[in-house]
């Protein structure tokens, strides 16, 4: 394991995808957000992509070339064609237009289509926080959890998220997958030869497994039994069927080199609470509810261990295991 600073793990994340094939505004946009995972805490979507996200450039899984563009626009909505790049720069003009939109009308949803991964759900939120609005965030991704009742995995994991601004401190962030584990956990035991504990998947056969091979191979558990499989169909609805991407199943896993440009889709919602008790009530009652929370001693508000991570990570950098760092030229 080595000790490497913030800087200089994006400016090394970058260089190895641009070598694979992206162009300078993906390289830059993707290795920003993946450095910003691994300072949060999540290893499962930082720096540990790179490799999978390389592979996927120079194999035509992604286009490194691409660059997205607004295909459809009305005053509080907007549909962006990531024309099979890497979905952060498509995730990025999403965002950035859909803040402008929402401050203007209230509201904006704004969807992703023909895209990629998208790493850590909420990183994508933070700006919407600090705008001041309310941002929710969704992404299908390539099937892995069945529908209630059935054996073959249909939906994804499907990242949801949602922060929401204070006044005077950090935004409150919730960002969950809606398997009972982030399936990056599952890749990364598997890379590792490592078990997987009970209740993270089953195989193929649809029976329970400690083997991450078997799980890949097979299906995730839902979040929650069913509960988690219905929210993966909802979120596979909001995030296909309404921007013309590919639905879970449609697309091939992302830990493999070879496959299908996944195709896959993201939206975000934006609310501006000025528009609706306002925006002084909002903070008001947030705060009330926050008190509340935090008169048990045992409540710790979601994303404060992340953001306390992150400023530690940024004055003593990240350690990284000295076999990804050599994956990407590091010496």
């Not at 509080?76 to 064609?81: E, G, N, Q, R």
């Not at 401050?103 to 704004?110: D, L, N, P």
């Not at 029976?207 to 558990?221: E, F, V, Y």
């Not at 996944?262 to 008790?277: E, K, S, T, W, Y």
């Amino acid at each position: 394991m080595s000790t490497i600073s913030l800087s200089s793990l994006i400016t090394l994340a970058q260089d190895t995808l641009a070598a694979a094939g992206a162009n300078p505004a993906m390289a830059e946009t993707t290795a920003k957000a993946l450095v910003f995972a691994d300072a949060h805490g999540i290893a499962t979507h930082g720096v540990s992509r790179v490799p999978s996200y390389a592979l996927h450039l120079s194999s035509g899984r992604a286009d490194g070339g691409a660059e997205p563009e607004i295909v459809q626009e009305k005053p509080s909505a907007l549909l962006v064609d990531a024309r099979t790049g890497l979905a952060f720069p498509a995730c990025e003009l999403a965002i950035t237009t859909a803040i402008e939109k929402a401050k203007q009308t209230g509201i904006c949803i704004a969807g992703v289509t023909n895209s990629h991964h998208f790493g850590m759900a909420a990183y994508h939120l933070e700006p919407v926080a600090h705008a001041g609005l309310i941002g929710l965030a969704f992404s299908n991704s390539p099937s892995a959890i069945t529908a209630w009742g059935g054996k073959r995995p249909l939906f994804g994991t499907n990242p949801i998220a949602a922060a929401f601004p204070r006044e005077q401190a950090e935004p409150v962030v919730i960002d969950l997958s809606l398997s009972q584990v982030a399936r990056g956990k599952v890749i990364l035991a598997a890379g590792d030869d490592k078990p997987i504990p009970d209740g993270w998947a089953l195989d193929s056969e649809g029976r329970p497994t400690n083997d991450a091979k078997a799980a890949l191979k097979g299906s995730m558990q839902a979040a929650g039994g069913v509960k988690g499989s219905m929210l993966a169909l909802m979120v596979e609805v909001l995030c296909v069927a309404l921007t013309g991407a590919n639905f879970g199943y449609e697309a091939d896993p992302l830990y493999d080199d070879t496959g299908n440009e996944p195709r896959l889709g993201q939206v975000f919602i934006l609310i501006d609470p000025q528009a609706l008790a306002g925006q002084q009530t909002y903070f008001n009652r947030l705060e009330d509810l926050i008190a509340a929370m935090l008169e048990d001693d045992g409540v710790r508000l979601p994303g404060a261990r992340r953001h306390d991570l992150a400023n530690r990570s940024q004055e003593e950098g990240l350690t990284v295991p000295d076999s990804l760092l050599a994956q990407m030229g590091y010496q």
